[in-house]
């Protein structure tokens, strides 16, 4: 995948070279080498740290919203759960689609770096892909299988490939066969009774410690004021307190309701592995059936299914 | 709102959300139609069943309310036309979250009563708390403190 780190750097620097473009957001590698953090380029000085390797996980398209501030143009690169967080954002009326550009890069699922066997590597320069494999470059070579080593999210990706970019920089990929059982974990939980259910989630919840890293990375999540910093009045409290806990993720989730592109992105980043994915998905599969299908982040016209209504929708309380 | 959540003594708190042109009215008729209903529920007006964000419900069950329940006009008859339609697809994916979460359906309903239906009003009421009475007082989602 070499070539390709070269054509990202030769796009930024062309990028760089046009008129209004002021900031080309791209990848890095960071202090470790199982990091590739968000690179912010607004001189060809600092193309070379740019680079695209199997741990370029981060979504780059929230920095939008700050960047775009004092920016006029800004170019970045999208993989496909990236481009429906720009959709997203579009939808959102946050950003305006001609003041970005986008750069697509198919991406078959990025590697987790928990699942890595990391013993007795050594210090490791690069990280490459080769074929199904994960070569890891330092004082020795490494390898290991990319299918045992991919982010949960990514063997149920729907759209690897970019759904919006200006340029497609690679060649497209094909979906994976296990992206159709994306609600599995949530049938099971649905059979579970409703004790249960309670036990199973409090046993998550209760290890929250609110960073609110889920809500910082999601790209749903992009009101100016978020209710949880509210004042007054005061939703959310500071106890460490377990129904405080259960009142965040609750009103988290149901805030992205209809909203949520299901990226991941916020399970992802739970330093406390919350399985986060789990509760999104149920309202993405509860809107699907009871609204007809729809897919968050696609088509940036038509509304979300909670901020609109059909006269004939189902009633959905059986009492009344 | 303390609660006492001891077995003997406990009586089910319930807080409905009632709009204001439909249900509290129905409300209202059924006071001056001198019917009766169950003096464990709590009536708080809002201008419409639209209003009602889930931060109202989880803030209910989280000062001590055993069950919630939103009242609204019937579909099609909102005083602001369409507010109750918006209402009817939110609180659908609410109890359907709120069940995935281990909440029972029984403990969060929404009815919709005009101004006119005041014995539904009453009705109700009695049927919601008699609900809440056979599952017990509710400890989940709620603050500890």
Redesign the interface.
């Known amino acids: 995948m070499k070539p390709l780190t070269e054509k990202i750097r030769r796009v930024a620097a062309e990028a760089l070279a046009q008129k209004d473009i002021e900031l080309v957001i791209g990848w890095q590698k960071g202090d470790f080498w199982w990091q590739s953090p968000p690179l912010f380029i607004d001189n060809t000085d600092a193309i070379e740290k740019l680079i695209w390797d199997p741990l370029c996980v981060a979504n780059l398209s929230k920095y939008l919203l700050e960047e775009l501030k004092s920016k006029k143009k800004v170019a970045l690169f999208v993989k496909g759960c990236d481009s429906l967080a720009i959709n997203r954002l579009l939808q959102d009326k946050r950003i305006e689609r001609d003041r970005v550009v986008l750069y697509g890069l198919p991406c078959n699922g990025m590697v987790d770096r928990d699942k890595i066997e990391m013993k007795n590597t050594g210090n490791i320069d690069r990280v490459e892909w080769d074929g199904n494999e994960l070569v890891m470059v330092g004082e020795e070579e490494h390898r290991q299988l990319l299918e045992n080593c991919l982010y949960d999210k990514c063997y149920s990706c729907r759209y690897p490939n970019p759904v919006l970019f200006d340029q497609l920089l690679d060649e497209e990929v094909t979906q994976r066969d296990t992206a159709r059982d994306r609600f599995k974990r949530v049938e099971e939980l649905e059979k579970l009774t409703y004790d249960e259910r309670f036990t199973h989630w409090s046993h998550h919840f209760d290890r929250c410690i609110r960073c609110f890293a889920c809500r910082n990375v999601c790209p749903a999540c992009n009101c100016k004021d978020c209710l949880f910093e509210q004042a007054e009045p005061r939703w959310l409290g500071k106890a460490t307190e377990p129904s405080e806990n259960q009142f965040y993720h609750i009103i988290r989730a149901y805030h992205v309701a209809g909203r949520c592109i299901d990226c991941g992105e916020c399970q992802r980043v739970c330093p406390m592995d919350i399985p986060l994915q789990d509760i999104n998905r149920k309202i993405i599969k509860e809107i699907n059936e009871l609204f007809g299908e729809y897919d968050a982040g696609i088509d940036p016209n038509e509304p979300a299914p909670l901020i609109t209504y059909q006269t004939d929708d189902p009633v959905g309380f059986p009492e009344s | 709102m303390s609660v006492a959540t001891n077995e003997k003594t406990w009586e089910p708190v319930i807080v409905a959300f009632c709009c204001n042109w439909c249900s509290y009215a129905g409300g209202d008729l059924a006071g001056t139609s001198r019917m009766s209903y169950a003096p464990n529920v709590r009536v708080i007006r809002v201008p419409c069943s639209s209003r009602v964000s ?2 109202f419900i ?2 209910a069950f ?1 000062q001590g309310a055993d069950g919630v329940i939103v009242a609204g006009c019937h ?2 008859d909102c005083h602001y036309i ?1 507010g109750n ?2 209402t ?17 359906p029984e403990r969060f ?4 009563i005009s101004a006119s239906e005041g014995q539904r009003f009453s009705l109700v009421m009695d ?1 919601v708390t008699e609900d809440i009475r056979a599952l017990g007082p509710n400890r ?6």
């Open positions: 889930p931060n989880l803030r989280q579909p099609g369409s339609y918006y009817r697809r939110r609180l659908m994916v609410l109890r359907s979250l709120l069940q995935y979460m281990g909440i029972e309903q929404a009815y919709w049927k989940k989602l709620r603050d500890a403190r």
